[in-house]
């Protein structure tokens, strides 16, 4: 398959991370390569990519949860998924126009009407970093798949602070990877 030169996403794929009853999403790391520069430079950005992602295995995070869930002597046995990371570009930076996280239940229902077992995205313009790390100050938009217009805010000033006001977005510019923080308008 040829790539061409977008951006990669290499990431961690594991038993654990798809297991029902614990999640060990964000646990272990992803790596965004911008995949602009020399063929050498590239090749070195993903092998180094990979590297980290299998060494993440030993994240002290990663180490904690594992022992918290008596699973400290699993057996964990990580693979690796490379995407293309599909997106526009825009001057300089290149981002996707959303990107998120989904759940299979919701655990958080906000209203009565939400049906748990539909489960609920985490939501976000850009990178999907925010969607996984919470982010001081910035939130994800909370979609219940049973009811996708039904904000958890109930003002619009909530609805406003609850808001994502940052993006995160890759300068393919640069031949390392700067991940920057938008202010959002």
């Not at 980290?52 to 918290?68: H, M």
């Not at 009407?113 to 982010?135: K, Y």
Request: charge should be neutral; include cysteine.
């Amino acid at each position: 398959m040829q790539v061409g030169r977008k951006p990669l996403i290499v990431r961690s794929s594991s038993l654990l991370e798809d297991n029902f009853g614990t999640s060990f999403a964000g646990k272990y790391e992803s790596h965004f390569c911008p995949n602009q520069g020399t063929e050498e430079e590239n090749l070195h950005q993903f092998t180094q990519a990979i590297a980290r992602i299998y060494a993440s295995i030993l994240n002290p995070d990663a180490l904690l949860y594992r022992r918290s869930n008596g699973l400290q002597d699993y057996d964990e046995r990580m693979a690796i998924l490379i995407q293309v990371v599909e997106g526009e570009r825009y001057m300089q930076y290149y981002l996707p126009h959303a990107a998120g996280v989904a759940f299979s239940r919701n655990l958080y229902r906000w209203s009565p009407q939400i049906i748990r077992e539909d489960g609920f995205v985490r939501l976000v313009w850009g990178l999907g970093t925010r969607a996984v790390d919470r982010v001081g100050n910035d939130y994800p938009r909370l979609v219940a798949l049973s009811h996708p217009l039904l904000h958890p805010e109930a003002s619009p000033k909530t609805i406003r602070h609850y808001s994502q006001q940052f993006v995160d977005l890759i300068d393919i510019q640069q031949t390392s990877l700067n991940l920057y923080q938008l202010m959002k308008c």
